[in-house]
């Protein structure tokens, strides 16, 4: 008996090492739920494979259809207002404020090629803070030290004006 | 005999009465009680509470003064910087009352003298509001929170505002003010004659932790520290081994320094703990995981792992006396590094130990704890905790009770005397 347990106890640590509570849950959870989808196995196969892996938290529930939601898959490193609700675009200032020179990097995820794609977060400068549509992600987002990642600093360094409008999201093109 | 004047002037009345001296008599009356009925009557409206009671005194007329800020005690906070244009406010601790406030520009910065005797603030202006010529300053207010003087800088970095953006050596001698245009540089303002010293170039490098005297720490994005000493009017730059992955596992920007005693607490997204001595010899005490000394397996950086972590922006605390630290956690993936932290965890860093975890009100952002012997700890709410935002909750550090709640107090720190 104290064998078995001893192999008991060993594979429960290593699952322990190897996942956490909620991530074990959601899976042990998520065969539960699929069960009845096993005849189906063959044909949903054929579509994961032209899934893509999910890179993070955000890529996992972005979507590509609405450019003015948090979850819009290019805004996954985005900090502030998006001009999308501010009378601009994804990659459009609005009228008044002008794009500044400066700007950070993010990597993100296509929901639906799978592919990884470097986007510039260029800031509009010149009018006051819209005040719209605020989100906070921060995929990869890394400190002020190292500040080509960084979505805390003011990126309107170089523009006419340093006064903070809205954030856009500008494709620079495929990360790999 | 001749006639009295008077008695001819009644007789006339008398005859001009009427000739009837009764119908004179009533008539007097009527106007005597006419005119004592008017005379009550208004006194009455004048002053209805005056009937039989003395007549009240005279209310002193009053000059507008400035309340006398008291002396400092243990449990003074200060609370501000916003990306907005706003204020520093001077809370007490022990009753939850303003104070006072000092006035900052939209992205400033705010720092305690040593001895609480100043108050500074790094804040920048431009000359017709969001153009023109630009100002930046480093504002010194004494302890009854008067401008006292305005140094003049080259510049600074606006961000969202970050406590090592501006820092005051442990001396108070000098001020430390990070600017990135897009270089990386410090500006050193010498305290003792409210002048600007020089200025220190820090290349690939960024924020300020201040020593005890001349010389400062700056984190990398090579992942080393870089260590700045003076050296006559000039600063000397090295750099320490490389000890954190700045690119997948960065150390918080706002980690803690007591620097009196030189000593960092730098904790990276993941939750290890790299204890260091800065100072002209910077190196690594100690590394520790904040999961581990819970008895919880270390995080990685794997994107998909959820597990407790260290969150939010001005996200830990540290009580010197009792070596206890304070730090804000959730639940989540790697790079969910700002997500609001929903407990305190409490750890014993001499045995690198979780001793306590503490339930707060609402999620936080940014905490401070004050350095007594009955230390308080200051939770300030953060932008997700619906109806509980721009909050101060005053909890007891050692067994978490919430003694009370702020309301209307937002910034983006709370500082105390020493952190």
Not at chain 1, 25 to 48: D, E, H, I, Q
Not at chain 1, 70 to 97: E, M
Not at chain 2, 74 to 95: A, Q, W, Y
Not at chain 2, 164 to 182: F, I
Request: charge should be neutral.
């Amino acid at each position: 008996m104290a064998y078995l347990d001893n192999i008991s106890e060993r594979f429960a640590r290593r699952l322990a090492r190897q996942i956490s509570r909620r991530s074990f849950l959601s899976r042990f959870g998520a065969a539960l739920v699929a069960a009845p989808l096993f005849p189906l196995l063959p044909v949903v196969r054929a579509r994961a494979e032209d899934a893509p892996s999910p890179g993070s938290e955000f890529s996992e529930r972005a979507q590509s259809k609405d450019p003015g939601q948090c979850n819009y898959w290019r805004y996954c490193a985005i900090d502030g207002f998006l001009c999308s609700c501010c009378g601009g675009g994804v990659h459009t200032c609005p009228a008044g404020s002008t794009p500044s020179p400066t700007s950070w990097i993010g990597t993100c995820t296509h929901p639906e090629d799978g592919k990884q794609y470097l986007v510039s977060y260029r800031d509009c400068c010149g009018a006051a803070p819209c005040g719209r549509c605020y989100c906070r992600n921060t995929d990869r987002e890394t400190p002020v030290y190292r500040p080509q990642g960084n979505n805390d600093i003011i990126w309107c360094l170089g523009a006419t004006s340093m006064e903070y409008h809205c954030s856009t999201s500008v494709l620079v093109g495929l990360a790999e | 005999m001749r006639p009295h004047p008077a008695s001819a002037c009644c007789r006339y009345v008398t005859s001009w009465q009427g000739g009837s001296h009764r119908t004179a008599q009533i008539g007097r009356k009527v106007v005597a009680l006419w005119w004592l009925w008017a005379g009550w009557t208004a006194a009455l409206a004048a002053n209805p509470a005056s009937q039989g009671s003395p007549e009240p005194a005279i209310l002193e007329t009053e000059t507008s003064d400035v309340a006398v800020l008291p002396p400092p005690g243990p449990h003074r906070v200060l609370v501000g910087s916003s990306i907005e244009t706003g204020g520093v406010r001077v809370i007490d601790g022990d009753s939850g009352t303003r104070q006072g406030e000092i006035f900052t520009s939209a992205g400033a910065n705010f720092a305690i003298d040593p001895n609480n005797s100043y108050y500074y603030v790094a804040e920048t202006y431009w000359s017709r509001g969001n153009r023109g010529k630009r100002d930046d300053l480093l504002s010194i207010y004494d302890d009854q929170l008067k401008l006292v003087a305005e140094v003049t800088l080259p510049g600074r970095l606006i961000s969202l505002p970050k406590s090592p953006t501006l820092a005051v050596s442990g001396d108070g001698r000098w001020a430390y003010v990070y600017n990135l245009q897009p270089a990386a540089s410090v500006a050193v303002v010498d305290l003792s004659v409210r002048k600007l010293a020089t200025v220190a170039e820090i290349p690939g490098c960024g924020m300020v932790y201040a020593w005890k005297s001349a010389g400062f720490s700056s984190l990398c994005a090579d992942g080393t520290a870089a260590t700045v000493i003076r050296r006559g009017d000039k600063y000397t730059v090295s750099h320490s081994e490389r000890f954190f992955d700045a690119e997948l596992d960065p150390v918080f920007e706002e980690s803690l320094v007591d620097r009196s005693a030189e000593h960092a607490f730098f904790i990276s997204y993941t939750g290890i703990v790299y204890e260091a001595q800065l100072g002209e010899h910077f190196r690594i005490l100690k590394e520790w995981s904040l999961q581990q000394a819970a008895r919880l397996a270390p995080a990685t950086t794997s994107a998909l792992e959820y597990t407790w972590r260290p969150g939010g922006y001005h996200f830990a605390a540290y009580h010197k006396a009792s070596g206890r630290l304070f730090v804000l956690m959730h639940v989540g993936t790697h790079w969910s590094h700002k997500q609001s932290g929903t407990e305190i965890w409490v750890f014993d860093t001499q045995r690198q130990q979780r001793i306590k975890r503490l339930a707060i009100p609402a999620p936080s952002d940014a905490i401070t704890v004050s350095q007594d012997a009955e230390p308080l700890l200051y939770v300030l709410t953060s932008r997700d905790a619906g109806e509980a935002e721009n909050q101060l909750a005053i909890l007891n550090a050692q067994t978490g009770e919430v003694l009370r709640t702020v309301r209307g107090v937002s910034g983006s720190f709370a500082a105390v005397k020493g952190f």
